[in-house]
Antibody, heavy 121, light 107 residues
């Protein structure tokens, strides 16, 4: 079945970097962008950015620019999000999500299970 | 950035109730509005895309509509499995932005 499986929980110190992976299966990986969304405890969803496995192009929300890098490896159907200069307010669950953009349907239709990233000294 | 404002933030309802959740965009987004359902400890699930189109497998008791920059998610007869948090999201521009969520709890 179509699914995205993410890497396990991470605990990092302030100032460090974290790299979260997202492995796709059940569909043609290069046909859909992968987006990253995060959610702090008890808070709403916050879009981080996207990567196109087809072209390698990526983009991010302004607040993350310069601190986030999104990449993909088509040989193993995986996408990655690396966030640097971590702060305590980066503590959140990070989700990868497949963006379906077909006609009027432009939404995140498949989600990974989430990766908890904790930033603590 | 386009700001999405949901109301209410919290809603208490009973099984069988008709429930309405509203999402207001800070500027025109046409019909580029999606709704997601999220249960505790789980990833969000796409319910409705482009204002009113049900994602495959979503029960017909869910529906979406719009009036200008105001969007509505309606659950015609609330079921026990519908108790969750619902979030709207605009898909017309980046950064993609979400509403803060509406938690639907059992009365």
């Amino acid at each position: 079945q179509v699914q995205l499986v993410q890497s396990g929980a991470e605990v990092k110190k302030p100032g460090a970097s974290v790299k979260v992976s997202c492995k796709a299966s059940g569909y043609t990986f290069t046909s859909y962008d992968i987006n990253w969304v995060r959610q702090a405890t008890g808070q709403g969803l916050e879009w981080v950015g996207w990567v196109s496995p087809n072209t390698g192009n990526s983009g991010s929300a302004p607040k993350f620019q310069g601190r986030v890098t999104m990449t993909s490896d088509t040989s193993i159907n995986s996408a990655y999000m690396e966030l640097s200069s971590l702060r305590s307010d980066d503590t959140a669950i990070y989700y990868c999500a497949r963006r379906t953009a077909s006609g009027w349907n432009d939404a995140f239709d498949i989600w990974g299970q989430g990766t908890m990233v904790t930033v603590s000294s | 950035d386009i700001q999405m404002t949901q109301s209410p933030s919290f809603l208490s309802a009973s099984v069988g109730d008709r429930v309405t959740i509203t999402c207001r965009a800070s500027q025109s987004i046409g019909s580029h509005l999606n709704w997601y359902q999220q249960k505790p400890g789980k990833a969000p699930k796409l319910l409705i895309y482009y204002t009113s189109f049900l994602q495959s497998g979503v029960p017909s008791r869910f529906s979406g509509s719009a009036s200008g920059t105001d969007f509505t998610l309606t659950i015609s007869s609330l079921q026990s499995e519908d108790f969750a948090t619902y979030s709207c999201q605009q898909s017309i521009s980046t950064p993609r932005t979400f509403g803060q969520g509406t938690k639907v709890e059992i009365k």
